[in-house]
């Protein structure tokens, strides 16, 4: 599982393809992805904000950026955890997904934390 530790901010990252949600043949594909986002500090954090750089296998790039994720801004104490499930389309079989949290202390001081590039992939597609 890819992870990244930013200023005692733990994110790791787990994705699937969802078949359900996907339509090959018009050329849709759909990933869900499991974050969870851990607080190791002696600080409390907020996420604020996420911005996304979603690569497909044509080597396309797409930006998301947004306020928090799952439409919350969760506050995170010392010790305690985030975790959510959301999902991206690729017009293609594969591709990539990274990108940084913008997080605020209590000390109203901005900083931003990196989402660890990850994979998104269909299972049975073979890479030539």
């Known amino acids: 599982m890819p992870e990244a530790v930013t200023r005692n901010i733990r994110v790791r990252v ?14 849709q594909w759909f990933f869900l992805y499991t974050i969870r986002i851990t607080n190791e500090g002696r600080e409390t954090v907020q996420l604020i904000s996420r911005h996304w750089i979603i690569t497909d296998a044509m080597g396309d790039v797409r930006e998301v950026r947004g306020p928090g994720v799952v439409g919350k801004q969760p506050v ?46 269909e299972p049975y597609t073979t890479v030539h």
């Open 14 to 27: 787990e994705s699937e393809f969802a078949p359900g949600r996907s339509n090959p043949a018009q050329n």
């Open 76 to 121: 995170l104490e010392p010790g305690e955890s985030f975790e959510y499930t959301s999902g991206c389309d690729l017009t293609t079989p594969f591709g990539s997904m990274r990108g940084t949290y913008k997080m605020l202390t209590g000390e109203r001081e901005n900083f931003e934390i990196e989402i660890p590039m990850f994979t998104l992939t």
